[in-house]
């Protein structure tokens, strides 16, 4: 095992938990005198000893993302929520390339995305809703997505045009942008070129568009199919 990379991992949650407010002392095991793989709600790979998953679900955390993430280069799954994080995530903030599963849900955050989860080629599922995210998704956010499964925007205040690009997102199976302000025209030929894609959810915006002429089959293609356009 090599005690220099553990100890990246180690210090890097140290760094991340000194930001955070622990009301039921959830976090009390992640002490810098013990591996990390033996830490509460920590995953490593047994082999490597590199921390993998960090599970924080539920726990009632409070305080923001500010640094420490970056170090854990080995990270497959960050889940953290239904907590109490809040403010906007730093804009330096750069996640391993290896992550695979983020989720962010059902937390205060709020401000922009950070312009680094644009370029998480390894996602499989990416997901930010029930916070307070606003500004604008751009085009190219979808061009690096080869892998994405599910993703979920929904809940938010991002604004600007409702994402056409997504098609390039050819494994999605299930996406949610319901309840943000997206406006614009939505080109469901791009939609019906995800073979995939059984979930589907444009509730709640200001987007405009024409049903395709195949909507019976469009229909059956998808058990969840509600876009609510203008």
Request: charged fraction near 15%.
């Amino acid at each position: 095992m090599n005690n220099v990379q553990l100890n990246d991992d180690v210090l890097g949650l140290i760094v991340f938990k000194s930001d955070l407010h622990d009301p039921s002392s959830s976090l009390a095991s992640w002490k810098d005198d013990l591996s990390a793989c033996s830490w509460n709600r920590v995953q490593c790979n047994p082999a490597t000893g590199r921390v993998t998953e960090i599970n924080l679900v539920g726990l009632g955390l409070s305080g923001r993302i500010e640094k420490g993430l970056e170090k854990l280069q080995h990270l497959m799954v960050l889940s953290l929520s239904h907590n109490n994080f809040n403010g906007s995530i730093t804009p330096s903030l750069t996640l391993s390339s290896t992550i695979q599963n983020l989720n962010l849900s059902h937390n205060g955050f709020s401000g922009q995305m950070p312009t680094s989860f644009f370029n998480m080629s390894s996602i499989r599922s990416l997901d930010l809703s029930h916070n307070s995210f606003s500004g604008h998704i751009p085009q190219s956010f979808f061009d690096s997505y080869n892998f994405l499964h599910y993703f979920s925007l929904s809940n938010n205040l991002f604004e600007g045009q409702s994402p056409s690009r997504i098609s390039r997102c050819s494994s999605l199976n299930s996406t949610d942008l319901s309840n943000n302000h997206f406006v614009g025209y939505i080109d469901f030929a791009v939609v019906w070129s995800l073979s995939r894609l059984r979930q589907l959810d444009f509730f709640s915006n200001a987007l405009s568009g024409s049903l395709p002429n195949r909507i019976s089959k469009l229909q059956l293609h998808l058990t969840h199919f509600d876009p609510r356009i203008n």
